[in-house]
Nanobody, 123 residues
Framework: QVQLIESGGGLVQAGGSLRLSCAVS????????MGWFRQAPGKEREFVAA????????YYADSVKGRFTISRDNAKSTVYLQMNSLKPEDTAVYYC????????????????WGQGTQVTVSS
């Protein structure tokens, strides 16, 4: 079993930055893949970014490419999502997710999820 706990959300003005954290515990290994997803009110959940825990590859949604960066700290068993140049359309609840092996962009491929953290970007 894997437990994920997100933190770092908040209210920020457009153009600002936030860093989300996802603390990972339980039965994990370097073969895991981590993903960040988000869901805005009235919209479907969408993929944001993903990486293999080994950090040998990352992948981003076109909407955040060049602005967001996914990374991890092995010593802290934590995955991060650094979000720069935030836009009002980035407002959503952000979720961390985990799965074995390689990453996917479809949320249903991930069996483990955190509780989410709210990000609100004001214009």
């Amino acid at each position: 079993q894997v437990q994920l706990i997100e933190s770092g959300g908040g209210l920020v003005q457009a153009g600002g930055s936030l860093r989300l954290s996802c603390a990972v515990s339980g039965r994990t290994s370097s073969s895991y893949a981590m993903g960040w997803f988000r869901q805005a009110p009235g919209k479907e959940r969408e993929f944001v970014a993903a990486m293999r825990w080994s950090a040998d590859s990352t992948y981003y949604a076109d909407s955040v490419k060049g602005r967001f960066t996914i990374s991890r700290d092995n010593a802290k068993s934590t995955v991060y999502l650094q979000m720069n140049s935030l836009k009002p359309e980035d407002t959503a609840v952000y979720y961390c997710a985990a799965r074995h092996d390689y990453y996917y962009t479809q949320g249903y491929e991930y069996p483990y999820w955190g509780q989410g953290t709210q990000v609100t970007v004001s214009s």
